[in-house]
């Protein structure tokens, strides 16, 4: 049996994460970080599937520093003194994989409208240290593999999940038929300047649709948005009729898709790297719940319309007229039972973590047995 260790968020027994509040008994435990839920969750549904099931070959746990680990995952944690570390670990043969989640490494000349969520140098710097320096990468999104692999030929995509027993019932995963027409977003409250880039459109469905944002302080993300584009956000909601829900778990958020319906849309600024290696987990949690997508071309929303057996789980609108034909056919209910279905099933066959748990277990099976 191999034993795999997972340090999520560069909780690693240092000093420094004593002095940060870490207990003596986390040692024990593993580090957890509930400041953190989401990556411990996505660690946490992939160790679920491996763990329980008995022909797997692996244990995946959480770091503890005592025990000796066949390889040890760095999921997004690059922080100062995890490549040290991790060169530590290796000495003794232990692999090192790491998880990379966002594009830190290329060149960022464009300002995001939310100037603290661009990668600094040094955060760019410890990307391709540990990068670089790794047994081999696993990467959440396609475009960000075939950035990492031109620095580490052993990297692997391994793209974002939900367990099968969060999936809705089908017969929650019905169109809404509700007029006006629900349309969700979900995000970062200061990347809901996103919207913008179907700002268009929205405006011009404002009559017939209803825009669900489920997001954290509205209000105080704006304070952080640079002067011109809170501006125009405030100017857009304004102009469409919208309702904001607070953001308090994943169950609670499939529960809001699943019982209102409607579709999911994911505009995106493409003009900048941070952007477009995103995952395609803001729309696949909504098609889970039978909410067709509607979305810009991001490569890996591009992935889950190729991966689709019937398109119309997924429409990609390249400008404001194809974002507004767009809510203009999902308004339209007559086929929409069918695009429901269809990203549904998108979900449940390629997108579910069992699926992924496997295509983890490959990757790190391919890295232990490299040279």
């Known amino acids: 049996m191999k034993r795999i260790g997972f340090i999520i968020n560069s909780r ?50 959480l770091f503890k520093p005592w025990r000796h680990y066949d390889a040890v995952v760095f999921l997004k944690s690059m922080a100062d003194g995890c490549s040290d570390y991790a060169q530590s670990i290796k000495a003794h043969g232990t692999k090192v994989i790491f998880e990379a989640n966002v594009d830190y490494y290329s060149e960022n000349t464009e300002e995001l409208p939310a100037g603290h969520l661009k990668p600094t140098n040094e955060q760019r710097g410890q990307a391709i240290a540990m990068t670089t320096s790794s047994s081999g990468v ?3 999104s396609s475009n960000l593999a075939e950035i990492c692999r031109y ?4 990297t692997f995509w391994v793209a974002d999940h939900i367990p099968k027993r969060l999936l809705p019932r089908h017969r929650d995963c019905v169109p809404s038929g509700k007029t006006p027409l629900p349309v969700w977003w979900s995000g970062m409250p200061e990347k809901a300047s996103d919207l913008l880039a179907a700002g268009e459109a929205l405006r011009a469905m404002g009559n017939r649709i209803r825009l669900h944002l489920v997001t954290g302080d509205l209000k105080s993300a704006m304070s952080r948005l640079d ?15 919208n309702t904001t829900h607070r953001f308090s778990s994943i169950n609670d958020l499939l529960a809001l898709y ?5 579709v999911i849309i994911s505009p995106r600024l493409l003009d900048n790297p941070y952007n477009r290696s995103h995952t395609e987990w803001k729309i696949t949690l909504g098609m889970a719940c039978g909410l067709p997508a509607i979305a810009s071309p ?26 507004r034909e767009a809510l203009e056919e999902a308004f339209d209910m007559t086929q929409h039972v069918a695009a429901s279905n269809a990203a549904r099933m998108t979900v449940e066959t390629h ?19 490299s040279q």
């Open 12 to 61: 690693f027994p240092e000093w420094g994460a004593f002095v940060r509040g870490m207990r003596p008994h986390h040692l024990l435990t593993g580090w957890p970080d509930p400041s953190s839920p989401m990556h411990f969750m996505r660690f946490g549904w992939i160790a679920e599937v491996v763990n329980r099931d008995p022909c797997s070959g692996m244990r995946y746990e």
């Open 351 to 369: 997108y579910v973590s069992e699926v992924m748990a496997t295509q983890h277990l490959k990757a790190v099976h391919c890295i232990l047995e």
């Open 138 to 140: 696993i990467a959440s």
């Open 258 to 262: 699943a019982q209102n319906g409607g």
């Open 227 to 241: 002067a011109t584009t809170a501006s125009d956000l405030e100017s857009l909601l304004s102009s469409v009729p």
């Open 151 to 154: 620095m580490n030929p052993r």
């Open 298 to 323: 991001q490569k890996s929303y591009l992935d889950v319309l190729e991966r689709a057996a019937d398109p119309s789980a997924v429409t990609i609108c390249r400008s404001s007229e194809e974002w």
